[in-house]
């Protein structure tokens, strides 16, 4: 195990330097000079090439890159141009509202995506099945813009029973933060409930073909007995890995409902300002989201490697 | 009673009539003006968040409806884009190039620290110096020197005599802490400290930011609101839903479907002003197609901008045929030389330019839906005459950067402009303007607007803008097609919200404003 720990983390270095030069390469990709798109309507071309000095961006690219790669390493990633806000603690700003937004959709999906799976893989070929399937591909093809304007529509305009956007850290007041992050939870869960259920589906189906199922049945077990406890649990290993890695792009933030749902998160972040072409923020903020990536990857391979052993020693 | 009333004189009935109505008229019935309530929370929307308060560096025009409430300047501007007194209580000029303010006293930053001649000579100070890179400095190039005379008196010394002085100064001359300034200037971007009548209490980024009264405001009486929230809303269709459920009470930028519902729902009130600023085709004067004047001129007359503005941008807008605004001084109403559309003389012109059968060119402009339609039906109109116009849309940053090279056709833009004429023609129609995108080059022009921009005498400014936007009408280095005023300077507010005036430009000044309960 140790062994096959060692070799995932040694993958995951030289992984994790290619990806702070293409993070860095970045700014070479986002449209527009970040100096001209902050000044050009205020000041003349004399003031754009002085502060174009002053952030060192008339050095050459391998100096600049050596430059900043010293300072990402020791956890500095920089100002804003615009707003002067250090890179990092903007990160930690907008990380609470993302990481709950992440978790609220995860366990929507899997509320709504684990009856729905099994209830599917059951009764196989019945009207249940059809209308979880059916579900399940509305989910799937639902653009999630139009769902949440749907929902404010009906929740917000119509009921009257949740604001129709905005939030509130958890800390401050966690009743009126569960009202904000209700709907945008909801809309980022059915689309991963409808992969998830899917998931379910197939490999429930997958295992209760298997011998051993069988051999339960056999036994005089009941068919409830059967599936919640010899089935359900090896199906759910690939669909708990799908939840993983779902949840781990969430993480990086949603730029369309956060946007909608004018919530602080990572996504916005992003978004405003590669349109302002802000590009320390832009490559902190790639930065950030492709490394919650690596990691929610490694971590996933390792909890394979435990769970089974074919992987570890193949 | 018969006999009575057949005493009472016809003329009596008539006083008698005027009398009721005087009555009716002035007795105060519900609905009527009442006094202002003071106290409760105004939650205004706003499309994005400021990208930095500290007024030394900002240039966005939404962190200038935060400082709008924040900081306060010598003199400001009101409604009707005219010079008050605000921390200056009167000004002489000396000589063309001199300028004497007396401060008004007894006014307190947000710091607790007084505001004297000390902190109007500590900002300009700051924004001069070359090696802060202020963007401030360019709005202030002519200013050589200020200097303290005693405690509430200031003298500005300009390099030149610069008419658009007291005009820069309410647009740019915020007045900060000299004590802020001097010991945590770090501390501005956030929090600057001014003498406004709100104070800023919390920036929670890309969600809100949250202002107090200021309770040693120098105005006696005011501001009415105990805090002012604006709250970040990027999206129109949630901006309106939020003021529909009374989630917030003002918004602008209100999708224009949703305007003309709003505006006839007595549960909100629509106030618009008309913007300085100007929406235009940049042509390349210096390459082909556009080097050709004749090429231009047809461009100018195959467009019809009344059909634009009514159909395209459902009303909300004035035709423009040159670069000053409505909301001008010196605009004049009745120059209108290329109104309605000529196809004929476009043709001709065409022909005349040796090509007949027109000419292709490519517009470069933001990728923005709104934008695009309006591009799309100058695109119709143009393609009557032969003109084949091909439409380039991207980052608007992108664009821009093409066209800052030269390396452009056509570019469709909108220009916020400013209060005074100046703004709108100086730095992009004098061939050594910062903004001469279009790279015009006009000794004739050139010599005008250096006059305009050193004459003090309004009356003959107007004389010498009207020569200006002649000459570029002849020349037609820029189309003109509408001075907007919807995307920025139109609110909906709810009808609780009182004595709301919106000042053009983004100037949310809500001192004045208080809630009917």
Redesign the interface.
């Given at each position: 195990m140790l062994r096959y720990i060692g070799q995932r983390v040694a993958l995951f270095i030289p992984t994790t330097l290619l990806l702070l030069f293409l993070v860095f390469a970045l700014i070479y990709l986002i449209?527009?000079?970040p100096v001209?798109?902050?000044?050009?309507?205020?000041?003349?071309?004399e003031?754009i090439a002085?502060?174009r000095a002053?952030l060192g961006l008339d050095q050459p690219l391998h100096l600049q890159f050596v430059h900043w790669l010293g300072k990402a390493l020791r956890g500095n990633l920089g100002r804003s141009i615009?707003?002067?806000?250090p890179v990092g603690q903007?990160l930690a700003?907008?990380q609470p509202g993302t990481r709950e937004q992440a978790l609220l959709a995860t366990l929507v999906a899997v509320a709504i995506a684990l009856p729905a799976g099994v209830i599917s893989a059951v009764r196989r070929g019945q009207w249940a099945d059809s209308i979880s399937r059916i579900a399940a591909l509305l989910g799937l093809s639902f653009p999630s813009f139009f769902l949440a304007?749907v929902l404010?529509?009906v929740f917000?305009?119509g009921l009257?029973v949740l604001?129709?956007?905005?939030?509130r850290p958890f800390t401050e007041d966690p009743l009126q933060n569960l009202r904000f992050m209700i709907m945008p939870a909801v809309c980022l869960g059915m689309v991963m409930a409808a992969i998830l259920s899917r998931m379910t589906r197939s490999s429930l189906l997958e295992v209760l073909g298997e011998d051993y199922i069988r051999t339960a049945r056999a036994k005089g077990l009941s068919g409830r007995m059967v599936i919640y406890k010899h089935a359900l649990k090896n199906a759910l290993i690939p669909v708990v890995t799908i939840a993983g890695i779902q949840f781990g792009a969430l993480l990086g933030g949603t730029v369309i409902i956060e946007?909608?749902?004018?919530l602080?998160?990572i996504g916005?972040?992003l978004i405003?300002n590669i349109?302002?072409?802000d590009f320390p923020m832009v490559q902190g903020v790639v930065l950030f989201m492709a490394l919650a990536r690596l990691v929610i990857n490694l971590a996933t391979d390792l909890l394979y490697g435990w769970l089974d052993p074919r992987i570890r020693y193949g | 009673m018969r006999q009575v009333s057949k005493r009472v004189n016809p003329w009596t009935w008539c006083g008698l009539l005027v009398a009721a109505l005087l009555v009716a008229t002035l007795a105060p019935v519900s609905g009527a003006p009442a006094a202002p309530s003071p106290g409760g929370v105004l939650k205004v929307a706003i499309v994005?968040q400021p990208?930095?308060l500290?007024p030394t560096?900002s240039?966005s025009g939404i962190s200038r409806v935060v400082l709008e409430n924040v900081v306060d300047r010598l003199v400001r501007l009101d409604e009707k884009l005219k010079i008050q007194p605000e921390l200056a209580v009167s000004w002489r000029t000396v000589s063309p190039t001199e300028y004497v303010f007396t401060l008004r006293r007894g006014v307190k930053f947000h710091d607790g620290t007084d505001f004297n001649a000390r902190a109007v000579k500590a900002y300009f100070d700051h924004i001069l110096d070359?090696r802060r890179?202020s963007?401030r400095?360019?709005n202030f190039t002519q200013v050589r020197d200020v200097h303290a005379v005693d405690d509430y008196t200031v003298r500005f010394l300009l390099s030149a005599p610069f008419a658009p002085f007291l005009t820069q100064l309410s647009e740019w001359g915020y007045m900060i802490s000299a004590t802020q300034l001097a010991r945590s200037p770090?501390t501005l971007?956030e929090k600057p400290a001014g003498t406004g009548p709100y104070r800023i209490d919390r920036w929670?980024?890309?969600?809100h930011v949250r202002l107090v009264r200021h309770r040693d405001y120098w105005e006696k009486g005011l501001p009415y609101l105990d805090e002012i929230v604006f709250?970040?809303?990027?999206?129109g269709?949630?901006r309106v839903?939020?003021l529909?459920?009374g989630?917030v009470h003002a918004a602008d930028s209100i999708p224009a479907r949703d305007v003309q519902t709003m505006k006839d729902d007595p549960k909100f009130k629509w106030t618009v002003v008309s913007s300085p600023g100007y929406r235009s085709f940049y042509l390349n004067t210096a390459a082909a197609p556009f080097g050709d004047r004749r090429l231009r001129q047809a461009f100018a007359h195959a467009v019809d901008r009344e059909v634009l503005v009514k159909t395209v941008a459902f009303g909300f807008g004035v035709p423009a045929y040159g670069p000053i605004a409505p909301s001008h001084w010196a605009y004049a109403r009745h120059f209108q030389p290329y109104k309605g559309s000529d196809p004929q003389k476009a043709r001709a012109l065409l022909a005349e330019a040796g090509r007949p059968n027109g000419f292709p060119f490519s517009v470069k402009m933001a990728n923005n839906p709104e934008e695009l339609r309006l591009v799309q039906a100058v695109q119709e109109q143009l393609r009557q005459v032969g003109m084949d116009l091909r439409i380039d849309a991207?980052?608007?940053?992108?664009k821009?950067?093409e066209v800052?090279r030269g390396a452009y056709d056509a570019f469709y833009a909108g220009f916020?402009g400013g209060p005074d004429p100046d703004s709108n023609t100086y730095d992009s129609f004098h061939s050594r303007g910062?903004?001469n995108w279009v790279k015009y080059n006009s000794p004739e022009v050139d010599r005008l607007l250096d006059a305009a921009r050193t004459e003090l005498v309004q009356e003959k400014r107007r004389q010498l803008y009207r020569l200006v936007e002649e000459i570029l009408a002849r020349d037609s280095p820029m189309i003109f097609i509408k001075f907007p005023y919807y995307e920025t300077d139109g609110h909906v507010v709810l009808a609780s919200v009182q004595d709301l005036v919106p000042i053009p430009q983004q100037r949310l000044l809500l001192k004045q404003v208080w809630l009917r309960k």
């Amino acid at each position: 195990m140790l062994r096959y720990i060692g070799q995932r983390v040694a993958l995951f270095i030289p992984t994790t330097l290619l990806l702070l030069f293409l993070v860095f390469a970045l700014i070479y990709l986002i449209p527009g000079d970040p100096v001209e798109a902050m000044l050009a309507e205020q000041a003349g071309p004399e003031l754009i090439a002085r502060v174009r000095a002053d952030l060192g961006l008339d050095q050459p690219l391998h100096l600049q890159f050596v430059h900043w790669l010293g300072k990402a390493l020791r956890g500095n990633l920089g100002r804003s141009i615009r707003s002067e806000e250090p890179v990092g603690q903007a990160l930690a700003k907008r990380q609470p509202g993302t990481r709950e937004q992440a978790l609220l959709a995860t366990l929507v999906a899997v509320a709504i995506a684990l009856p729905a799976g099994v209830i599917s893989a059951v009764r196989r070929g019945q009207w249940a099945d059809s209308i979880s399937r059916i579900a399940a591909l509305l989910g799937l093809s639902f653009p999630s813009f139009f769902l949440a304007i749907v929902l404010i529509y009906v929740f917000a305009l119509g009921l009257r029973v949740l604001p129709p956007s905005g939030y509130r850290p958890f800390t401050e007041d966690p009743l009126q933060n569960l009202r904000f992050m209700i709907m945008p939870a909801v809309c980022l869960g059915m689309v991963m409930a409808a992969i998830l259920s899917r998931m379910t589906r197939s490999s429930l189906l997958e295992v209760l073909g298997e011998d051993y199922i069988r051999t339960a049945r056999a036994k005089g077990l009941s068919g409830r007995m059967v599936i919640y406890k010899h089935a359900l649990k090896n199906a759910l290993i690939p669909v708990v890995t799908i939840a993983g890695i779902q949840f781990g792009a969430l993480l990086g933030g949603t730029v369309i409902i956060e946007t909608i749902f004018a919530l602080p998160g990572i996504g916005r972040l992003l978004i405003d300002n590669i349109r302002a072409s802000d590009f320390p923020m832009v490559q902190g903020v790639v930065l950030f989201m492709a490394l919650a990536r690596l990691v929610i990857n490694l971590a996933t391979d390792l909890l394979y490697g435990w769970l089974d052993p074919r992987i570890r020693y193949g | 009673m018969r006999q009575v009333s057949k005493r009472v004189n016809p003329w009596t009935w008539c006083g008698l009539l005027v009398a009721a109505l005087l009555v009716a008229t002035l007795a105060p019935v519900s609905g009527a003006p009442a006094a202002p309530s003071p106290g409760g929370v105004l939650k205004v929307a706003i499309v994005a968040q400021p990208s930095i308060l500290d007024p030394t560096k900002s240039i966005s025009g939404i962190s200038r409806v935060v400082l709008e409430n924040v900081v306060d300047r010598l003199v400001r501007l009101d409604e009707k884009l005219k010079i008050q007194p605000e921390l200056a209580v009167s000004w002489r000029t000396v000589s063309p190039t001199e300028y004497v303010f007396t401060l008004r006293r007894g006014v307190k930053f947000h710091d607790g620290t007084d505001f004297n001649a000390r902190a109007v000579k500590a900002y300009f100070d700051h924004i001069l110096d070359r090696r802060r890179n202020s963007p401030r400095l360019s709005n202030f190039t002519q200013v050589r020197d200020v200097h303290a005379v005693d405690d509430y008196t200031v003298r500005f010394l300009l390099s030149a005599p610069f008419a658009p002085f007291l005009t820069q100064l309410s647009e740019w001359g915020y007045m900060i802490s000299a004590t802020q300034l001097a010991r945590s200037p770090e501390t501005l971007a956030e929090k600057p400290a001014g003498t406004g009548p709100y104070r800023i209490d919390r920036w929670v980024r890309d969600d809100h930011v949250r202002l107090v009264r200021h309770r040693d405001y120098w105005e006696k009486g005011l501001p009415y609101l105990d805090e002012i929230v604006f709250q970040v809303i990027p999206e129109g269709t949630v901006r309106v839903t939020n003021l529909r459920t009374g989630q917030v009470h003002a918004a602008d930028s209100i999708p224009a479907r949703d305007v003309q519902t709003m505006k006839d729902d007595p549960k909100f009130k629509w106030t618009v002003v008309s913007s300085p600023g100007y929406r235009s085709f940049y042509l390349n004067t210096a390459a082909a197609p556009f080097g050709d004047r004749r090429l231009r001129q047809a461009f100018a007359h195959a467009v019809d901008r009344e059909v634009l503005v009514k159909t395209v941008a459902f009303g909300f807008g004035v035709p423009a045929y040159g670069p000053i605004a409505p909301s001008h001084w010196a605009y004049a109403r009745h120059f209108q030389p290329y109104k309605g559309s000529d196809p004929q003389k476009a043709r001709a012109l065409l022909a005349e330019a040796g090509r007949p059968n027109g000419f292709p060119f490519s517009v470069k402009m933001a990728n923005n839906p709104e934008e695009l339609r309006l591009v799309q039906a100058v695109q119709e109109q143009l393609r009557q005459v032969g003109m084949d116009l091909r439409i380039d849309a991207g980052e608007y940053v992108a664009k821009r950067s093409e066209v800052l090279r030269g390396a452009y056709d056509a570019f469709y833009a909108g220009f916020l402009g400013g209060p005074d004429p100046d703004s709108n023609t100086y730095d992009s129609f004098h061939s050594r303007g910062s903004f001469n995108w279009v790279k015009y080059n006009s000794p004739e022009v050139d010599r005008l607007l250096d006059a305009a921009r050193t004459e003090l005498v309004q009356e003959k400014r107007r004389q010498l803008y009207r020569l200006v936007e002649e000459i570029l009408a002849r020349d037609s280095p820029m189309i003109f097609i509408k001075f907007p005023y919807y995307e920025t300077d139109g609110h909906v507010v709810l009808a609780s919200v009182q004595d709301l005036v919106p000042i053009p430009q983004q100037r949310l000044l809500l001192k004045q404003v208080w809630l009917r309960k």
